[in-house]
């Protein structure tokens, strides 16, 4: 009930004759995980690429680089699938044609960009000019005067160096815009004055015309770039459109032929054979060897290996599951993947998950909350970790409801029951905030239970690995330890705080007995290092409580963000109501994230660290089949 | 008659017990928790165990909780 689906080890041998076709069938199935082989001696050979790897690279390469001109990622949605053999015979010349039509478009865009630069340009030196009334042409080309057009912050003055000058300035940005005409006698002078006033010179452009004429000019002719942009970008789009689907399929079908082209490197080779080795689901073993008989017409065989039995270090996993687990196999995953011969915990964090997330959250408002997010989150993302985390935040929230109404809370407030809003709904429940001893007992119940749980699952697992013997000395003397203890700390506490004498009891001597038989059985087991764990096992316990302190806090925070609200906004009523809701949304709303997050983390935090530790290691392999899940191609 | 001082006492003990421990903890959990987040760039499978590690000097929050709800919970009723 808690394994991995069962593999077959197999061994898949024949002729490289059928080498070409043994893969097709292979990558067609979707089952077969290969093992990689790796040790080459002088009889077997790690197999050779076919030579067409190299040139399905190439093609894959352009086809990625018009793709990336198109801005297609390779995750869009496309309704209808492209058929392969459409594909097949027509990829080269049609990738050729397309890369023709996108390079076109792309360098006219690039083109009319560097265009509107070159404009920009203009448009950026001549912007002082452009209350200067005379013709560009005028600024240049005189033999006895030195000409200064440019920015500087101040304005100048040069009448100490000579009076025969012309200047005309404008106030353009912090400073001044000049043009200034002088003698060319006084160029070295003059620059140098100019230059302790941060003089930029412009480089004027060679055109015709007052500056102002030729910017209306300009702007008339950035106008039409810019429109022109537009249009070449919109051909692009078209482009994007009328293509992707052939993008897309074509990558994919790239992608399938180079996985196959490249296959050999996994495999054995001799001279003339080839030799496979892989695990493959039982369930799909028939199958696997009736459609490589038929294809090959039994040269290549699928022969079982039987002779694996120690290695179960290296046996593929693949998860089995019923569909509403399915989604807790992302937790799971997230620690580590179970070894093939090891308890797959997934089916009993389905239950224990999300009711370790409610008795924290326990709001019937926010656990509605969660279902809602939940819901909506997995119908709209697709992507898998997101949508599986969604799926467990609509558990929670269902077993935060059921929560919500036995600890009475509603967005913090009594609801239910005596004295609540819906009186018509009467009964026994337990509000949090006045029940903490109690509750702090039953989350301490509920650890001795999870750990119970965890040791028993242990020894399960140690003895299938280790023997009974072993699985005895390392779990069945945890278990003795923590019953021994607890029956002793529930017969000695009660004595202890009241301050009255310990009776000494059957019930304290046989669980101090149990406790001691325990101890003993750790140290032959483990060593005397084992005692260095002992503390870990009180640790754990009291882990638990934080079941309870979590909830508090944050029924607490709802109920100060009502009582807020009420005291600061509610009872004065008027404009003071608006106030009123917004405090409660954002405090509700801050409170929502804060529950979700922190209930969702610790309730994860006691299953990896409290929970796991006693019985689950993980470490295993993957189960990944040679094969593709297609998603833009139909095989032929 | 309740002991104002004698309560007020209890009641700091309890704040005490709670924002020591935290600070504790914090202090731990930022060596380990910055150590873990290098590792998962480096593999983001580590993710798992990082968490396990990093939540480990929690414990010591428990602790201090668990010594605080006595304290007021049962400590404090029982002041006269």
Redesign the interface.
């Known amino acids: 009930m808690f394994e991995p689906q069962p593999m077959t080890k197999v061994v898949i041998a024949g002729s490289k004759d059928y080498m070409r076709v043994a893969i097709d069938v292979m990558h067609k199935r979707d089952a077969v995980h290969i093992a990689d082989f790796v040790d080459e001696d002088e009889d077997f050979k790690i197999g050779k690429p076919y030579a067409s790897a190299t040139e399905l690279s190439e093609r894959a390469v352009s086809l990625r680089s018009i793709a990336s001109y198109l801005s297609i990622k390779g995750k869009e949605d496309i309704s209808n699938k492209y058929p392969e053999g459409a594909i097949v015979d027509t990829i080269d010349a049609k990738t050729e044609h397309l890369n023709f039509e996108v390079t076109q478009v792309t360098a006219s865009i690039s083109e009319i960009e560097s265009k509107i630069k070159d404009v920009k340009d203009k448009q950026r030196l001549l912007e002082p000019l452009k209350s200067f009334a005379m013709p560009l042409d005028l600024y240049t080309g005189y033999r006895s005067l030195a000409v200064f057009v440019g920015t500087l912050k101040g304005s100048p003055t040069i009448s100490d160096i000579t009076s025969d000058y012309e200047l005309e300035t404008v106030p353009y940005g912090r400073g001044h815009a000049i043009a200034l005409f002088v003698p060319r006698e006084f160029e070295d002078e003059i620059l140098k004055r100019l230059q302790e006033q941060s003089y930029a010179a412009l480089p004027l452009p060679d055109m015709e015309g007052t500056p102002k004429d030729i910017l209306v000019d300009l702007g008339a002719q950035l106008t039409e770039l810019e429109s022109q942009k537009q249009k070449s970008e919109e051909d692009l789009a078209d482009l994007r459109q009328k293509y992707i689907e052939y993008i897309l399929a074509s990558d994919e079908y790239l992608s399938i032929e180079t996985q196959k082209a490249e296959a050999p490197l996994r495999f054995a080779t001799t001279t003339n054979a080839f030799i496979v080795e892989g695990w493959v689901p039982t369930k799909d073993l028939e199958p696997v060897q009736r459609d490589m008989d038929s294809a090959t017409n039994g040269h290549v065989i699928v022969a079982v290996d039987t002779s694996e039995g120690a290695d179960v270090e290296k046996v593929p996993v693949a998860l089995n599951n019923p569909l509403p687990s399915r989604p807790l196999e992302v937790l799971i995953e997230?620690?580590?993947i179970p070894k093939y011969n090891e308890i797959d915990p997934t089916k009993l964090m389905t239950f224990m998950y999300p009711f370790l997330f409610g008795i924290m959250l326990g709001d019937v408002g926010y656990g509605a909350v969660c279902i809602a997010l939940g819901l909506l989150v997995s119908r709209r993302i697709k992507s898998k970790g997101i949508h599986d985390l969604a799926i467990i935040l609509a558990y929670a929230g269902v077993l935060s409801v059921i929560f919500g109404f036995i600890f009475n809370e509603f967005f913090g407030v009594e609801a239910f029951g005596h004295g609540g809003l819906l009186t018509f709904i009467e009964y026994p429940a337990i509000p949090r905030l006045d029940n903490?001893?109690t509750l702090?007992i039953v989350t301490l119940v509920i650890g001795i239970l999870m750990l119970t749980l965890g040791f028993v699952l242990g020894f399960v697992n140690e003895r299938r690995q280790h023997g009974l013997k072993h699985a005895v000395f390392v779990k069945v003397s945890w278990l003795c330890m923590l019953w021994g203890g607890v029956l002793v700390i529930i017969l000695i506490l009660p004595p202890l705080?009241s301050g009255t004498g310990i009776q000494l009891s059957a019930g304290l001597v046989g669980g101090l007995a149990v406790a001691v038989i325990g101890f003993a059985l750790l140290i032959m087991g483990e060593g005397v290092i084992g005692i260095a764990e002992l503390p870990s096992l009180l640790?754990n316990v009291?882990?638990y409580?934080?079941l309870l302190?979590i909830g508090i806090s944050s029924a607490g925070i709802a109920l100060a963000v009502n009582r807020l609200s009420d005291a600061l906004f509610f009872s004065k009523g008027g404009i003071f109501i608006i106030f009123g809701v917004l405090l409660l949304l954002v405090g509700h709303a801050v409170n929502t994230a804060l529950g979700i997050l922190d209930s969702g983390?610790q309730a994860?935090?006691l299953h990896?660290?409290e929970f796991f530790?006693k019985f689950y290691r993980?470490g295993g392999v993957k189960y990944k089949p040679f094969g593709f899940e297609r998603k833009y191609t139909e095989e032929k | 008659m309740v002991d104002p001082i004698g309560a007020g006492l209890v009641a700091l003990s309890a704040a005490i017990a709670v924002s020591a421990t935290g600070i504790a903890a914090a202090l731990g959990e930022q060596v380990i928790g910055s150590a873990a987040i290098g590792v998962m760039a480096e593999d983001e499978?580590f993710?798992?165990?990082g968490?396990?590690m990093t939540?480990?000097p929690?414990?010591i929050v428990?602790?201090g909780?668990?010594v605080a709800?006595i304290l007021?919970?049962?400590t404090l009723p029982s002041i006269h």
Do not use: N, Q
Request: glycine letters at 8%; charged letters at 10%.
């Open positions: 997230a620690f580590s903490v001893l702090l705080t640790s009291l882990s409580s934080r302190s983390l994860l935090r990896y660290v530790t993980g | 499978g993710f798992g165990r968490l396990v939540v480990i929690e414990s428990i602790f909780l668990v709800l007021l919970f049962v």
